[in-house]
C-alpha cells in the first residue's frame, strides 16, 4: 500500500494567515491527490481534486500544488470558519489511502 | 443534489457481523461512479474499504478481503456493508461515498460486548 505521510498533524493560525499543509506519499502518485475537509459532526467536502483542480462551490482561498509524491493545501487568507480537520487521499492505485490528517485551529 | 445517508446499529458484539446500509438520493446507482465503504477510527486513521461499481463489480481493501462484502439494492437505490468476525478494532465512524468526491455524514459503530 502506499503510504501518505501528513504533516503537521495539528496547527494553530490567526484570520488572515496564509496556512499551508502537505501530504508525502511513499511513491509516486502522479497528481491522484485530492485533499477534503471534515468540520465536527458533517460529512468530508472535496476540496481540491487531482492536485490542484478546485472543486466547484469552494472558495478560490483553497489552492492545491504538487505532483510525484509531494503535494501541498494552502489557504491563502485563513477564515473562522475553515476551522476543521483536514485530510489527503491519494488514488492512484489500490487501495486508495489516507494521510493522517492536519486539525486546524484559530489561534 | 446527490446525498448519501448511512444507517445501521451502533453497538455489535465482538465475532458478530457488521451490516450497514447506505441510502442513496439524487443520483441512481446504476448510472455511473463507483459506491464505496470508509471507516474513520478513533485517533482519526482512515481506511478505505472497499467499493462496488454501478456495474456490480466489487472491490476490496486487501486488509479485509476475508471478511468485508459489499452489495446493493437497485431497486431501492442502497449498497450495504457487511463485514464478519468484528473485534473491538472495528470500532469507527463507517462513511459511504461516491467515487472519491461526495461522502455521506457517517455513522459510529463500537464492537463491545
Known amino acids: 500500500d502506499i503510504q501518505m505521510t501528513q504533516s503537521p498533524s495539528f496547527l494553530s493560525a490567526s484570520v488572515g494567515d496564509r496556512v499551508t499543509i502537505n501530504c508525502k506519499a511513499s511513491?509516486?502518485?502522479?497528481?491522484?491527490l485530492n485533499w477534503y475537509q471534515q468540520k465536527l459532526g458533517e460529512a468530508p467536502k472535496l476540496l481540491i481534486y487531482?492536485?490542484?483542480s478546485l472543486q466547484t462551490g469552494i472558495p478560490s482561498r483553497f489552492s492545491g500544488s504538487g505532483s510525484g509524491t509531494d503535494f501541498t493545501l494552502t489557504i491563502s487568507s485563513l477564515q473562522p470558519e475553515d476551522v476543521a480537520t483536514y485530510f489527503c487521499?491519494?488514488?492512484?492505485?489500490?487501495?486508495?489511502?489516507f494521510g493522517g490528517g492536519t486539525k486546524l485551529e484559530l489561534k | 443534489e446527490i446525498q448519501l445517508q448511512e444507517s445501521g446499529p451502533g453497538l455489535v458484539k465482538p465475532s458478530q457481523s457488521l451490516s450497514l446500509t447506505c441510502s442513496v438520493t439524487?443520483?441512481?446507482?446504476?448510472?455511473?461512479?463507483?459506491w464505496s465503504w470508509i471507516r474513520k477510527f478513533p485517533g482519526n486513521k482512515m481506511e478505505w474499504m472497499g467499493y462496488?461499481?454501478?456495474?456490480?463489480?466489487?472491490n476490496y481493501n486487501p486488509s479485509l478481503k476475508s471478511r468485508i462484502s459489499i452489495t446493493r439494492d437497485t431497486s431501492k437505490n442502497q449498497f450495504f456493508l457487511q463485514l464478519n468476525s468484528v473485534t473491538t478494532e472495528d470500532t469507527a465512524t463507517y462513511y459511504c461515498?461516491?467515487?472519491?468526491?461526495?461522502w455521506g455524514q457517517g455513522v459510529m459503530v463500537t464492537v463491545s460486548s
Open positions: 461515498a461516491r467515487f472519491i468526491t461526495t
Open positions: 462496488i461499481s454501478y456495474s456490480g463489480s466489487t
Open positions: 439524487g443520483y441512481t446507482i446504476t448510472s455511473g461512479y463507483d
Open positions: 487531482n492536485a490542484n
Open positions: 511513491q509516486n502518485i502522479n497528481r491522484y
Open positions: 487521499l491519494q488514488h492512484n492505485s489500490w487501495p486508495r489511502t
